[in-house]
């Protein structure tokens, strides 16, 4: 019989971190979520205990953390968008690591251990080979992926200097949503391909915008590794467990090792759904990489994580789902 623990999730109510709420719940632990609700939503809670609040003041850490005790921090909360970043690195470096140099903090001083961190594959920049696995040099290309690499290396050195230990899950495309299509991909811009895509199809859009189709792919457009989130989700558990084996501070890749271009994306919509997206074609995204595959071997062999929904139709047929009953 597993024990149940009690787990802090920061960051709950986003796209990721409620997925994961649901996968604590449904694995028997008790979930604390702390989010400020700058750009997660209340009713993406299926359950556990919210709490309203900034993970960087330290008040209300010291608050949380002296009330009761946790078996492990799962860290969601961050701003996401590359190009943003490169226009506002401030609010990047302030939010994704001066905040998150504070939760660790706070939590040695609590003797809170067993962080999970979510990391990016954009900590690569552009890369030398797919598929790209751990031992890929990290050249970030951007403030977005620079603010990811810091906290990895404070991560490294909190463990150390402290023995904070963590494990960094640098995901490659987050997508799909729950198959009960309970909760989903609520970004607010929404700047991710499928969703946009799907809003297209719906008419909740003019057009999808294709960035770049001259890019050195087979089709022209660019290829990217897309992942269930709830495939994340169970890499995440596993990779607690791993930390509450005693497992040592380590970052892994996660993806399906597959790379699919935008216009097999677009294919794959309109399988789904049975209608073309409407596009129209558009410039280069500034820092589009035009090939990024994960090389996830490490995370299977050491975590025993095995991606459920592998199939692209799958995790387009979720998301479908999802988009068609979303709260607007
Ligand atoms: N794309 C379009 N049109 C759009 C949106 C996206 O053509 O309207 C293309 C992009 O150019 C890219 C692909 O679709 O080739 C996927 O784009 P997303 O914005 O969905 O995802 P990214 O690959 O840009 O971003 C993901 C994560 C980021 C992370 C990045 C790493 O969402 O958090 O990978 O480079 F930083």
Redesign the pocket.
Known sequence: MKISKNILVIGGCGYIGSHMVKCLLDAGHKVVVLDDLSTGFRDSLLGGEFIAGDFGNRAVLDDLFSRQPFDGVLHFASL???GESVIDPARYYSCNVAKTLTLIDTMKQHGIGNLIFSS???V?GEPEQVPIDEKHPRLPI?P??MT?HMVEIMLRDFDRAYGLRSVALR?????GADPDARIGERHQPE????P??LQAVLGRRPA?????RD?PTPDG????DYIHVDDLCDAHLLALEYLWNGGATIAFNLGNGAGF??QQ?LDAVMDVTGAPVPVQN?P??E???AR?VADAALAKATLGWSPRYADLKTIVRHAWQWEQRRPH
């Open positions: 996401i968008q590359v990016t594959a954009a690569f951007n977005y992926g990811k995901y490659f495309n987050a997508a700047t991710h391909l499928i946009l895509a999808l915008s294709v960035f770049g890019y457009t660019c290829i990217r271009s935008v994306v558009a280069k995204r820092g589009d990489p990024l």
